[in-house]
C-alpha cells in the first residue's frame, strides 16, 4: 500500500508606493499585490494616528460594507506614531540600539552616496513594540534575529532597508526628501472603525 503527499505552495508579493510626511503624521500610499494568482489593490491614508484603508485593499469584503475602514495605529501599536518623527541622524542609532550592525562601505542608491550597514536585529526587541500575536509567531517560527541591511546617506537619512524573515524579503525604499504631503481623511459616513477587530486579531 503506498501513500501519496499533496503540498501546496502559497506564493504572495506585496508593492506599496506613495508619500509620507512622517513629522506631521500624514501620507498616502498606494498598493498592489498577488496571492496565488488573486490580484488586489488600494489605497492607505494616514492622517494623525487614524490610518485609512480602502475596503478592496482589505481582501475580505465581510469586514466592512463602507468604502473604507479606519486603524487607530496607537491603540493597536502603542507609542509608534509619537516615536516615528526621530530627527535624520537618529537612523543608526536607532539600529544599533535594535541590534548589532558592521559598517560594509560605501554603495550608490538612486544616485546618492550611502554607507551600507549589515547585520541583524534581535527578536525579541521587534516583539517588545508589536501585538502579543506577532511575538508570539516569532517564537513559533524559532526567529530569534532578523538579518537587516541599511543604507544611509550622509544626512543621517535611511535610503534603503532590507529585512529577511524565513524566505520573506521586505525591501524599503526612501527618496525624494522634502517633497509637499497633502491628504484629506475620507468622509465619515464612508468609514468603519475596524480598531477593536484588528487588535482582537493581533492579540494586542
Same mark, same amino acid.
Given at each position: ?19 509620507? !510626511?512622517?513629522? *506631521?503624521?500624514?501620507?498616502? @500610499?498606494? =498598493? ?16 494623525? *494616528? ?7 485593499? =482589505?481582501? $475580505? ?6 468604502? +473604507?475602514?479606519?486603524? $487607530?495605529? $496607537?491603540?493597536?501599536?502603542?507609542? #509608534? ?10 537612523? =543608526? ?27 541583524? @536585529? ?7 513594540? %508589536?501585538?502579543?500575536? =506577532?511575538? !508570539?509567531? #516569532? ?9 537587516? %541591511?541599511? +543604507? ?8 534603503? #532597508? ?16 522634502? /517633497?509637499?504631503? *497633502? /491628504? ?5 459616513? !464612508? ?11 493581533? &492579540? &494586542?
Amino acid at each position: 500500500m503506498s501513500k501519496a503527499g499533496v503540498s501546496a505552495v502559497v506564493t504572495a508579493s506585496l508593492d506599496m508606493s506613495g508619500v509620507t !510626511d512622517f513629522v *506631521h503624521q500624514r501620507g498616502v @500610499i498606494e =498598493l498592489s499585490g498577488n496571492a496565488s494568482g488573486t490580484t488586489f489593490g488600494g489605497q492607505i491614508r494616514v492622517v494623525g *494616528h487614524c490610518e485609512y484603508i480602502q475596503a478592496m485593499a =482589505l481582501g $475580505d469584503s465581510s469586514l466592512t460594507k463602507k468604502p +473604507w475602514a479606519s486603524i $487607530d495605529v $496607537d491603540e493597536i501599536f502603542p507609542g #509608534l506614531t509619537s516615536s516615528s518623527a526621530t530627527t535624520a541622524n537618529d537612523s =543608526l542609532q536607532e539600529l544599533e540600539q535594535a541590534g548589532t550592525f558592521h559598517r560594509v562601505g560605501v554603495r550608490r542608491v538612486r544616485g546618492v552616496e550611502t554607507t551600507l550597514y549589515s547585520g541583524t @536585529i534581535a527578536a525579541g526587541t521587534v516583539s517588545a513594540r %508589536r501585538p502579543k500575536r =506577532l511575538g !508570539d509567531a #516569532l517564537k513559533k517560527e524559532h526567529v530569534a534575529s532578523i538579518p537587516t %541591511r541599511a +543604507w544611509i546617506d550622509r544626512s543621517g537619512f535611511v535610503r534603503k #532597508l532590507t529585512e529577511s524573515v524565513n524566505g520573506v524579503v521586505v525591501t524599503i525604499e526612501l527618496y525624494d526628501f522634502g /517633497v509637499p504631503v *497633502h /491628504v484629506t481623511a475620507p468622509s465619515p459616513a !464612508d468609514v468603519q472603525d475596524l480598531t477593536s477587530k484588528f487588535k482582537s486579531v493581533l &492579540g &494586542g
